[in-house]
């Protein structure tokens, strides 16, 4: 007589295991890492392995301190190395990744219980650790690839320029900022080279079109139809906006993290479209040129919430109550 296990949902439909799955991002990530090194050199390649040998070295401490099972062989803390190091500039020194290594994994991610128990995504609570913690070495650093030549990112143009985008269209055109001649964090250089990474993760359904199209395409909507200078037109500028800084980043490897955005894919879109509005809003009107990580951070606080407003109702398992009133007669 064969045993029948019976468990709660979700239940798992994929035959690939979480290792597995990791890989894939791993290989949608290395046409960008290898963009970054040929951008900034030696230094770039040293942030990137910097930054997981640390993932990975301070998630094995915590489980062998902890008496728990290793949890390192699933390649989730490679991915989150990558990911940090993506978010930092070439300029970072070689100490910063791993503080923000301890924070994203032990903080974030070890302390809620280790992958698919997080609240956050750790690569991007990492980031913004930094980003507050160490503003010098985060912002205003920027440097254009090749000839590390100190140069102002696209959005930083686009924020500061007060109305003169002659400035931003003699400094980058659409193309360099879709190829990734412009300065930037090591990940966020060339929009391309991230679209190819995240159109495999599309093809191995690794992903789903829902966050990365509706996060996107928000973002492109919103910035097509209320531009803020008239000196260019609505559509370069729109293009300036979603090929320029972390958006593909953020649509494709960070919004997408499993354990913090919605299952459903009503949910899945309705927290794209949060993730675009603040992103739009942050760099209309906050103090930064940038607003990816801080919508996506904010976001990952409903996707519970998105999940239990939109997840469908059972064939039969809605109660429908029909109330009698007594007749006078």
């Given at each position: 007589?064969?045993?029948l296990i019976?468990?709660?949902?979700?239940h798992s439909?994929?035959?690939r295991?979480?290792s597995a799955?990791m890989?894939?991002?791993l290989?949608a990530?290395?046409?960008?890492?290898?963009?970054s090194?040929?951008y900034?050199?030696?230094?770039?390649?040293l942030?990137?392995?910097?930054?997981?040998l640390?993932c990975?070295l301070?998630?094995?401490l915590?489980?062998m301190?902890?008496?728990?099972?290793?949890?390192?062989?699933d390649?989730?803390a490679?991915?989150?190395?990558?990911?940090?190091?993506?978010?930092?500039p070439s300029?970072?020194?070689?100490w910063?990744?791993?503080?923000?290594?301890?924070?994203?994994?032990?903080?974030?991610?070890m302390?809620?219980?280790?992958?698919?128990r997080?609240?956050?995504?750790p690569?991007?609570?990492g980031?913004i650790?930094?980003?507050?913690?160490?503003?010098q070495?985060?912002?205003?650093?920027?440097?254009?690839?090749f000839?590390?030549?100190?140069?102002a990112t696209?959005?930083a143009y686009?924020?500061?320029?007060?109305g003169e985008?002659?400035?931003?269209?003699?400094?980058?055109t659409v193309?360099d900022?879709?190829?990734?001649?412009?300065?930037?964090?090591l990940?966020?250089?060339?929009?391309a080279?991230?679209?190819l990474?995240?159109?495999?993760l599309?093809?191995k359904?690794?992903?789903?079109?829902?966050?990365?199209?509706s996060f996107?395409?928000t973002v492109a909507?919103?910035t097509?139809?209320?531009p803020?200078?008239?000196?260019i037109?609505?559509?370069q500028?729109?293009l300036y906006?979603i090929?320029?800084?972390?958006?593909?980043?953020?649509?494709f490897?960070m919004?997408?993290?499993?354990a913090?955005?919605?299952?459903t894919?009503?949910?899945?879109?309705?927290y794209?479209i949060?993730c675009?509005l603040?992103?739009?809003?942050?760099?209309?009107?906050g103090?930064?040129?940038?607003?990816?990580?801080?919508?996506i951070?904010?976001?990952n606080?409903?996707a519970?919430?998105?999940d239990k407003k939109?997840?469908?109702v059972q064939?039969?398992?809605?109660?429908?109550?029909?109330?009698k009133t007594?007749s006078?007669d």
């Open positions: 007589m064969s045993e019976v468990s709660s949902s979700p439909k994929d035959h295991n979480v799955i890989g894939y991002v290989i990530l290395s046409p960008a890492a290898v963009g090194v040929l900034f050199k030696l230094q770039a390649l942030l990137i392995l910097i930054s997981i640390s990975v301070f998630e094995f915590y489980n301190i902890c008496k728990r099972k290793q949890t390192i062989y390649c989730s490679i991915v989150t190395g990558v990911l940090l190091a993506f978010n930092l300029t970072a020194p070689l910063l990744p791993p503080i923000g290594a301890l924070f994203a994994i032990v903080v974030v991610k302390l809620f219980g280790g992958l698919g997080n609240v956050f995504n690569a991007i609570a980031r650790l930094l980003f507050i913690s160490f503003p070495f985060m912002t205003g650093c920027w440097v254009a690839p000839d590390s030549v100190s140069a696209p959005l686009l924020k500061n320029s007060s985008l002659v400035t931003i269209t003699s400094k980058f193309g900022c879709l190829l990734g001649n412009v300065g930037g964090c990940g966020e250089t060339s929009a080279l991230l679209l990474g995240g159109i495999f599309l093809y359904k690794v992903i789903t079109w829902h966050i990365p199209v996107i395409g909507i919103v097509l139809l209320l803020r200078y008239n000196d037109s609505a559509i500028y729109m906006h090929f320029s800084g972390g958006l593909f980043l953020g649509a490897f919004a997408t993290d499993y913090t955005s919605p299952i894919p009503v949910g899945r879109i309705i794209g949060g675009g603040i992103t739009v809003f942050i760099r209309y009107f103090g930064y040129p940038e607003g990816v990580s801080f919508a951070l904010l976001m606080c409903f519970n919430y998105l939109t997840i469908p064939f039969g398992g809605e109660r429908r109550v029909i109330w007594k006078k």
